[in-house]
Structures are given as structure tokens and as C-alpha cells.
């Protein structure tokens, strides 16, 4: 076939309507292919300029029929070329559209399923989803298993689960490798209810046979996050009975869990199983111990394990060094505290913002506001951003040794910088305010924190109320509780 000459396209939009020979025989061939599929090289031509103005041209809508007014853009063989030299997902679904509203084109199975695949590569799961919605279209199983991930990564569970049940309805299996995208986002989201709802059906389908450590280790953390740690523990022995073993997340996940219940003698029967399995506890495994401890205020204990590790040759991290300093603050050691920023510092490890405010923190509950200053200066001329959590610190505190003043300006020079106040910065101060009986400024900063859309605790909104009622503000009392009702909190607890 004799090639047309590339000024055609030129000449169908340019010449003059006395000159211009007819359209429907210019275009009549432009829409056969080659021996191979692919388009001759006419058609090619006109299909990559339909891609120029429809990339380039803001209202390409309201002309492109006039530009080709004798291309049959209802041909199902020009969108899925368009698709294919387009190569852009969104402007293909556009395209798609305009078809659909202004050219008669009616979309077989082949294009919708084309586009379909193209949004999901492209990680487009709400487009996807609308071609869902069309009547009658149904894509192809493998393309539904692409959209689950797709779905999965976008942590639009709920949506993946459904589209479960469509292949199960159409009698197709996704691998396992797919239900384990999707239980891990789960996971992610705090969906528990969903893992067990896959699980259900991954029990009721062919892939229960193929299920591996990895999927095991979901359920196990599934488990946990349930607060039923013996039961991941069940599960753990069942499989290791059968020849799996997880990776070393899982076990640390369950060492974690046992933690928190202060299950001890599980978490050294768990530490020997992965000894014994060749997956020797990692530096994270130890951090979940030392963490679990330190949170059950088991803190000397913490420190034990800590330099027995170092003893042994591992290396802590920053998040370990930095838990332990904590610990150590907590019981008033600030001096081995100390011992253990400049151990980490002269290991490389630098301390970060948080490190920085558990220091600060124990500097000021003990009243060394100089020292504490200093280092917050040394924080922020290390690069550190001026953020909440060390002038919480700060302001607690001065709060704490009833140099409210102070705290009031710490206070508003946070609100100068553009530093966020939360929860914790209100109700650190409200508190110290109600202590001193400054009740009209506790109210005007109460008012404010309200305002803000954040939630007192329950003891300041009841210590207040309190305290409107001791001096004789009733009706003030009366209109906070009321607040309170609406709002549906209930005060509890109370003040001293």
C-alpha cells in the first residue's frame, strides 16, 4: 500500500470547501490496519494528531468533530488506538467520556476492560470504580484481582473486600499473594473486622491449601492487635508444627503483646523458639521487650536489658537509647540519663526532637528551667523545628512549680510563632490557672480551647464546673454542663 502523503491531515482541516474533495473518500481507508493489527500509517497520523489536541487544547470538546467531521468516531478500533498512542490514563477516560456523550459510541466489553486496566495501572481506583458502575460491564476476573491491590494500596479496603466477593460470585480465586496485599492493609487502617472477613472466605476458596508464613503472620498480628495475644500464640505453635516459620515482625509482634499483658515467661519461651529456628532476636525484637517494660513502669529491669545487649555486642539505635534515657528520667535518674546522651552522642547517634523533650521534660519537673532553656536553645540551633512537644514540656513544668506567668507567656509566644498549642498545652495550663483561683482567666483560655474544636479531659471539665460552683456562678455551671451533655462527654474524675 502506497503510504498517503503526512499533509493530509493538513489538508482535510485547511482546504477550502470549494476546493476540498470529499472527506468520506479522503478517510474511507484511514481505519484499516495492518496484517500485524497496528493501524497503516495514515490512520496513525491522524490518530496522533486527535492525541496532540486533546493534550494540548483546553475545550477540545466543542471542535473535534468539526476538525474530522467524516472520521467514524464510534469505531471501537479508534478509542483503543487512542488508549494506546495516547498512553495517559485520565485524558483516555476523558476521551472515553466525550465518545460515550457525543460521537454514538457505544463501548463493547474489549474497550471498557482496556480503560479499566489502563485507570488501575495508573492507580486510579475512584475512576476505575465509576466504569464499575456502568450497566452491564463486568471486567475480567484478572482485571478485578488488579484492582484489589490497586484498591489494597489506596487503603480502600472496605471497596477490595467487595470486589472479593465479586469473584467469588464469578468463580474465580485471586492468588494468595492478592489476599495478603489486602490483609496487610487491613491492618494498616485498624480494620481487624475485614481480616477476619477475608479470612472467612480465603477458608471457604481452593487458596486456603496455598496460604503462607506471610499470611499466617497477618492473622497472628490481627490477633494482637484484638488483644488476644494467645490466640496468635496458638497459632504460631500450630504452624511451626507444620513446617512454617514467619519472619522475625511476627514474633517481635507477639513479644510485644506479651508485653503488654506482662506475660514474661511467653516472651522467653518465644525468644528461644527463634533461637532455635535460626531467626536470632534482632535489635527490634529487644526494643519491643525493653519498650513493653518501660510502659508497665518495670524501668530498671529495662535498663538490665539494655546493657546486657550492649555487653553481648549489639548495637542500640536511637529509638532505644532514647527509651531508656526516658526510663531512666522517669525514676528520677537524671544523672545516668545524662551518661546515656553523651554515650549515644559519641556513638554518632544524634539526639532528635523527641529525645530532646524527655531531657527538657525532666529538667523542668525538677525545676532547672536554666538548664532546660539551654538545651531547648541547642535543639532548635541543631535545625530542629520549634514544635508542640518540648514546649509542652516547658510549660508543664513551670506549671508544676506554680510559675504560671511564666507559662502564660511561654504559652502565647507559641501562638506568635505559629507553634500549634494542643490538648495537653491547654489543659496543662487551665489547671494551673484553676490552682491559683485566676477563674476569669481560666474560663476566657476554657472558651478558647473549645473553640478550637479540641476535648478537654473530663478532670478539667469537672474541676472547673467545680469550681464555678464554690464561687457561687451557678448559672456559668449550669451552661458548661449543658455544653458538656451536648457534646456527649461525661465528667469524671475530678480535681485536687
Request: contains cysteine.
Amino acid at each position: 500500500m502506497v503510504r498517503a502523503p503526512s499533509s493530509i491531515i493538513s489538508f482535510i482541516r485547511h482546504s477550502s470547501p470549494g476546493a476540498r474533495l470529499d472527506p468520506a473518500g479522503q478517510l474511507r481507508n484511514l481505519t484499516t490496519e495492518s496484517k500485524d493489527g497496528d493501524c497503516d500509517g495514515s490512520y496513525k497520523d491522524v490518530i496522533h494528531e486527535i492525541c496532540l489536541i486533546t493534550r494540548r487544547r483546553p475545550r477540545w470538546e466543542h471542535t473535534l468533530l468539526s476538525e474530522f467531521p467524516s472520521l467514524n468516531f464510534s469505531d471501537p478500533r479508534l478509542f483503543h488506538s487512542y488508549m494506546k498512542h495516547q498512553n495517559n490514563a485520565f485524558l483516555s477516560l476523558r476521551f472515553f467520556h466525550w465518545l460515550c456523550s457525543h460521537c454514538g459510541f457505544s463501548p463493547d466489553h474489549s474497550s471498557c476492560n482496556a480503560l479499566f486496566d489502563v485507570l488501575v495501572d495508573a492507580k486510579a481506583c475512584n475512576a476505575a470504580k465509576s466504569l464499575l458502575d456502568r450497566d452491564g460491564f463486568t471486567p475480567e476476573p484478572s482485571s478485578l484481582e488488579c484492582y484489589i491491590q490497586c484498591l489494597s494500596r489506596g487503603e480502600m479496603v472496605e471497596e477490595a473486600v467487595s470486589v472479593f466477593c465479586k469473584l467469588k460470585n464469578a468463580g474465580f480465586c485471586p492468588s494468595v499473594a492478592t489476599w495478603n496485599v489486602s490483609l496487610s492493609a487491613c491492618l494498616k487502617t485498624g480494620r481487624t473486622d475485614l481480616v477476619w472477613t477475608l479470612y472467612e472466605q480465603m477458608m471457604a476458596s481452593d487458596v486456603i491449601a496455598n496460604i503462607d508464613a506471610e499470611t499466617i503472620g497477618y492473622l497472628i498480628q490481627a490477633y494482637c492487635d484484638d488483644n488476644k495475644v494467645s490466640n496468635g500464640y496458638g497459632l504460631l505453635r500450630q504452624i511451626l508444627e507444620d513446617g512454617l516459620c514467619p519472619d522475625n515482625i511476627v514474633f517481635n509482634t507477639l513479644i510485644s503483646g506479651f508485653c503488654k499483658e506482662e506475660e514474661y515467661a511467653r516472651v522467653s519461651e518465644l525468644l528461644h523458639i527463634m533461637i532455635a529456628k535460626g531467626h536470632g532476636p534482632d535489635i527490634f525484637t529487644y526494643q519491643e521487650i525493653i519498650n513493653g517494660l518501660i510502659k508497665r513502669s518495670k524501668n530498671m529491669e529495662a535498663f538490665r536489658i539494655f546493657n546486657d545487649l550492649k555487653d553481648r555486642g549489639y548495637f542500640p539505635d536511637r529509638v532505644m537509647y532514647t527509651t531508656i534515657i526516658k526510663g531512666l528520667c522517669d525514676m528520677g535518674f537524671l544523672g545516668e540519663a545524662r551518661k546515656l546522651w553523651f554515650e549515644m552522642i559519641r556513638k554518632g547517634l544524634l539526639p532528635n526532637e523527641y529525645t530532646y523533650s524527655v531531657m527538657i521534660s525532666r529538667y523542668c519537673r525538677l525545676g532547672k528551667f536554666d538548664a532546660a532553656r539551654k538545651l531547648y536553645k541547642e535543639m532548635c540551633d541543631k535545625g530542629y523545628e520549634k514544635t508542640t512537644v518540648p514546649c509542652n514540656a516547658m510549660i508543664s513544668g513551670l506549671c508544676l512549680h506554680g510559675r504560671t506567668d511564666e507559662a502564660q507567656r511561654l504559652f502565647e509566644e507559641m501562638s506568635q510563632k505559629g507553634i500549634v498549642c494542643d490538648i495537653i498545652t491547654y489543659n496543662s495550663l487551665i489547671r494551673a490557672l484553676l490552682k491559683q483561683g485566676k477563674l476569669v482567666e481560666t474560663t476566657k483560655l476554657f472558651r478558647v480551647l473549645l473553640a478550637q474544636g479540641l476535648e478537654p479531659s473530663a478532670s478539667t471539665f469537672t474541676a472547673l464546673i467545680r469550681r464555678l460552683c464554690e464561687v457561687g456562678d451557678t448559672q456559668e455551671a449550669i451552661r458548661l454542663w449543658k455544653d458538656m451533655v451536648c457534646r456527649n462527654w461525661e465528667p469524671t474524675g475530678g480535681y485536687s
